[in-house]
């Protein structure tokens, strides 16, 4: 099968089928976010495993279950979350960007047929809720933008009193939640979420917080960061409940639009030059190339 792996660098190969693990499913991709989880894989920010499948966050369509699977399952449309309990999606275990993928029945949602694309975006509502439920208003710090910053700001923009962002990245997504864009760090702040896999951020975060302050992070490996302070709380981006899909529904389709491209060109998508990039899985994989 076509996939496309981490190996010095991000290419195309041709694989054999992988055997189903029994508490996972076997799904046919059909699309996948591309986000900053790819884009620090490819700057080797992040390291895997060379020949690992890589994409973390997709739809799809599952095609067979694990023995301890509910066999229910097949046919049905599946969100793949990027974390599970054995690690994470596309880095500690094989990704989705594959003609066919197997996943830990714990990193996968499944999805009404109402939701489209904007699905993808739920694992960054089910983090920003569960910030907005461990604090209490004050001000927020965004360090990194992509989709946790930007997701994170749309939700919180109303319940805390500011909301500033310092990122080397884009920072035009931002200015429609009233995001006041950083350029020093040089005061404290009662709520810090880092978005970026850059080292930088988790090294300054504690001396930014004011007292009793709170940082949080996305959970995304087992492995990584392998150093961390005990300031910063982990946050699952798993864990969906019906209370996403509401704010998914008010925000979501929106922020696709405005944000997040579509192709059909993988290779040349990573780094993603968006805030993320939607790949269509079939029509991605009949245009690859498999070199030899």
Not at 72 to 80: E, K, M, P, T, Y
Request: charged fraction near 25%; glycine fraction near 8%.
């Amino acid at each position: 099968m076509k996939a496309v792996v981490f190996d010095q660098g991000i290419i195309a190969k041709d694989l054999p089928p992988k055997e189903i693990n029994k508490d996972f499913v076997a799904l046919h991709p059909c699309s996948v976010l591309l986000n900053g989880i790819e884009n620090a894989v490819y700057l080797g920010i992040i390291w895997i495993r060379p020949s690992t499948i890589i994409g973390s966050i997709g739809i799809g369509k599952v095609k067979d279950t694990g023995l301890e699977v509910d066999p229910s399952l097949r046919g049905r449309r599946i969100l793949v979350t990027p974390y599970s309990a054995y690690g994470g999606i596309g880095t500690e275990l094989n990704g989705l960007l594959s003609e066919e993928a197997n996943v830990p029945y714990d990193s996968i949602e499944v999805i009404p047929g109402d939701v489209q694309e904007e699905a993808l975006l739920l694992p960054f509502v089910s983090f920003a809720r569960k910030v907005k439920e461990r604090i209490n208003g004050g001000t927020l710090l965004m360090l990194g933008g992509g989709l946790v910053s930007l997701i994170t700001s749309a939700i919180l923009k109303d319940y805390v009193s500011e909301i500033g962002v310092f990122t080397e990245g884009n920072v035009s997504p931002f200015k429609h939640f009233g995001v006041e864009v950083i350029s020093n760090l040089d005061k404290k702040w009662d709520n810090i979420v880092i978005s970026t896999t850059r080292s930088w951020a988790r090294l300054v975060a504690p001396g930014l917080l004011r007292s009793k302050g709170k940082i949080f992070m996305p959970k995304i490996m087992n492995s990584w960061p392998l150093i961390l302070s005990r300031d910063i709380e982990i946050v699952s981006l798993n864990e969906i409940n019906d209370e996403d899909y509401l704010i998914l529904k008010k925000i979501g389709r929106k922020i696709l639009e405005e944000n997040i491209p579509f192709s059909d060109d993988i290779i040349s998508s990573i780094p993603s030059s968006a805030i993320g990039t939607i790949i269509k899985v079939e029509d991605a994989f009949k245009n690859l190339r498999i070199l030899p």
